[in-house]
């Protein structure tokens, strides 16, 4: 069974920093692309950044360019979002994802297979 699990969320300061894990089971990172994607109250999902096992190229959307920095561990079968210098506007949930395709092949946010729950990030003073 596939299972995509996030932790690492929380509540942090403006300025402040985070790390999330995907933990995935059931499948490979060889999967292809993993994700990151959140969702703010009232908003559409927004793709926040991707890594592809077959060429190893990042993805990350203008908003968290120079901010966040998404990596995996294959050992571990685990891929992380560090973000930093965090504003108020980061806030959401962020759920990882799965697709059989490269990042730079993703169009759409429904091309993802598999979906984690979801993990909290708030930042407020």
């Known amino acids: 069974q596939v299972q995509l699990v996030e932790s690492g969320g929380g509540l942090v300061q403006p300025g402040g920093s985070l790390r999330l894990s995907c933990a995935a089971s059931?499948?490979?990172?060889?999967?292809?692309?993993i994700g990151w994607v959140r969702q703010a109250p009232g908003k559409e999902r927004e793709g926040v950044s991707c890594i592809s096992s077959s060429d190893g190229n990042t993805h990350y959307a203008d908003s968290v360019k120079g901010r966040f920095t998404i990596s995996r561990d294959n050992a571990k079968n685990t891929v992380y979002l560090q973000m930093n210098s965090l504003k108020p506007e980061d806030t959401a949930v962020y759920f990882c994802?799965?697709?059989?395709?490269?990042?730079?092949?993703?169009?759409?946010?429904?091309?993802?297979?598999?979906w984690g729950q979801g993990t909290q990030v708030t930042v407020s003073s």
């Open positions: 994802a799965a697709a059989a395709l490269p990042c730079d092949t993703i169009d759409e946010l429904d091309e993802y297979d598999y």
């Open positions: 059931g499948f490979t990172l060889d999967y292809d692309a």
